[in-house]
């Protein structure tokens, strides 16, 4: 029988320890969570204590008996404390809950409780920070998940149709594990409370004997804010013995006690900071080279440098690299970091950026970024809200430096051929959205040479497929092929690399050709400075639910039908 909860609200405040200068604690925030007893909530309280470092916050553990007095209490000292707008964020993994419906529906109804704005986060941020809880204890049990079934199990259903709602919640949280941890089979079961007899456990019994029959083993793991007066008295108790009669792994350990219970609350809560400048951390990932490359890549930040928080990570989204890089920000006092992908294309290492950011729930394919055992990365576990754009794509900013480009060795346009030349891929979809790229880039800066009074003979471009020697030889003829044909009836070649900065291997691919050459690339230059600062900003209004900035010309293809609020 599961054992029924006291009808007692109990209320824990505390004030926020911010420095004067951070005018983040104007925002208060009211962390609600259901009463788990007195073992539970000291883990909760714990958890809250780290938490409030940073926040100007209060934590109210309620269950129905004078909620409407205790939550009057919590949102009068978090306003005593210097709130001028407050925040509800629900200590629960499932919305469903009947009690936190119970919560919602008293402040609803109540708005005497107090007279400053009142918001009630709907945000999933951080959802990962759970699924890595839960990453963590399947570390311990499971041994082979392609024999196992992995069983989820939540508290506080009343009846079938909560249950079901309530498990369906508690199942968003596990698809993060499922690419680490491949069950064979998958069950969430959410008790239903305040029943007698063996009806509460029916729903875990047929997991269980589900798992039995198809021989898979079951690993247990309650997946909850579940009820803890003690070692004894709790839902890992009563569970034990019923998991061990059908020969399951199971250790009694729920969500708590574990670090990124702050932490969850931390980046929930930072999602309703405003984000500025002096608050936001942003990671710089182009490719990396050498010494003399990378240093060429950070002296073309210019300014930007003083005027944001920027750590570089170069490499091909390296997740050890990102991480060292965010966890450089936290320490710069990074309330949200954005990481800036300096890539030709917006899909370059997008997906494995944004899975260890936890933005993304499964990596697509093996390969890049897992271990060799072919298991993915960890996320990085932070109290900072994450975001990542790039992908230079066509942008006129791009085009208007390799302009720039052209102009500095170019002497008689009418007989110059422009041959714009970029890395290139072996996808031919993807490769063909290389070109049009170019193609894009040609027509620009065609346009503005026509503006500059400077009327070139014509602007072709290629890619070198330079990775793939296959299909990098048949590029390389044709190339030399255009070179020459550029070079004909007196004509002159200018060839220009469309690549982030100098690089390349064109001046050996062309060799014993005559042509005018300028490596540079796009940076160091000031549209580069300013196509930089364009990604911070659009950064900037995603953490904050703007509209991108008037005047940015560079978004991110993926952006296009941003909408605030949304993300």
Not at 111 to 130: A, C, E, F
Not at 200 to 217: F, I, M, N, T, Y
Not at 468 to 473: A, G, T
Request: include cysteine.
């Amino acid at each position: 029988m599961i054992y029924c909860k006291t009808m007692i609200v109990c209320l824990f405040v505390a004030t926020s320890v911010l420095g004067a200068a951070d005018t983040s604690k104007e925002t208060g925030f009211l962390v609600v969570a259901p009463d788990r007893g007195f073992m539970g909530n000291e883990e909760l309280r714990d958890a809250f204590e780290e938490y409030r470092k940073q926040f100007n916050a209060a934590l109210v553990f309620a269950t129905r008996e004078e909620t409407e007095r205790f939550l009057k209490e919590g949102l009068s000292q978090v306003q005593a404390s210097g709130a001028k707008n407050i925040v509800v964020l629900p200590l629960f993994l499932s919305l469903h809950h009947p009690m936190w419906k119970h919560i919602e529906t008293t402040l609803s109804n109540n708005r005497s409780l107090t007279d400053l704005p009142l918001t009630i986060s709907q945000k999933h941020t951080g959802t990962y920070l759970i699924s890595e809880i839960l990453s963590d204890r399947l570390e311990e049990l499971s041994e082979n998940p392609s024999e196992e079934m992995l069983i989820l199990v939540a508290q506080g259903a009343r009846d079938d149709q909560e249950a079901a709602l309530i498990s369906e919640d508690i199942k968003r949280f596990r698809v993060y594990t499922e690419d680490r941890y491949p069950f064979a089979g998958y069950r969430e079961v959410a008790l239903q409370d305040g029943q007698r007899g063996a009806s509460p456990w029916k729903s875990l019994e047929d997991a269980l004997a589900s798992a039995q029959g198809q021989k898979l083993r079951p690993v247990v793991i309650p997946l909850d804010f579940s009820w803890k007066a003690d070692g004894m008295m709790s839902l890992g108790a009563r569970l034990k013995s019923l998991i061990q009669k059908y020969g399951g792994s199971f250790d009694g350990k729920d969500l708590t006690p574990h670090p990124n219970v702050a932490l969850w609350l931390a980046q929930r809560s930072n999602a309703h900071v405003p984000i500025t400048r002096e608050n936001l951390g942003v990671v710089f990932m182009p490719h990396g080279s050498n010494y003399n490359w990378n240093r060429r890549m950070m002296d073309a930040l210019g300014p930007l440098t003083a005027r944001y928080m920027i750590e570089p990570a170069f490499g091909m989204g390296d997740p050890v690299l990102i991480e060292r890089g965010v966890r450089r920000l936290e320490r710069r006092g990074a309330r949200a970091v954005v990481v800036i992908r300096v890539f030709s294309l917006e899909s370059s290492f997008r997906e494995i950026t944004e899975y260890v950011l936890g933005l993304q729930e499964r990596l697509g394919h093996a390969g890049h970024g897992h271990d060799n055992q072919g298991k993915p990365p960890e996320r990085i576990r932070t109290s900072c809200v994450l975001f990542t754009l790039g992908g230079i794509e066509a942008s006129p900013l791009f085009a208007e430096a390799l302009l720039d480009r052209v102009l500095e060795v170019s002497k008689e346009p009418k007989k110059e051929t422009i041959i714009l030349l970029a890395h290139g891929t072996d996808d031919e979809e993807a490769n063909k959205h290389w070109e049009r790229n170019l193609a894009s880039i040609a027509s620009h800066m065609q346009m503005v040479a026509r503006l500059k009074a400077r009327h070139f003979r014509d602007i072709q471009y290629a890619t070198w497929r330079e990775d793939w020697p296959e299909l990098r030889e048949k590029a390389i003829q044709n190339i030399r092929t255009m070179v020459e044909r550029a070079a004909q009836d007196g004509g002159t070649p200018i060839v220009i690399p469309a690549r982030t900065t100098r690089g390349g291997r064109e001046e050996e691919w062309l060799k014993g050709l005559n042509y005018v050459y300028n490596g540079k690339g796009f940076a160091p230059h000031p549209t580069f400075e300013r196509w930089v600062e364009e990604q911070i900003l659009i950064a900037m209004a995603h953490f904050n639910n703007q509209p991108v900035p008037a005047g940015i010309i560079s978004v991110p293809k993926s952006l296009h039908h941003y909408h605030p609020g949304r993300h």
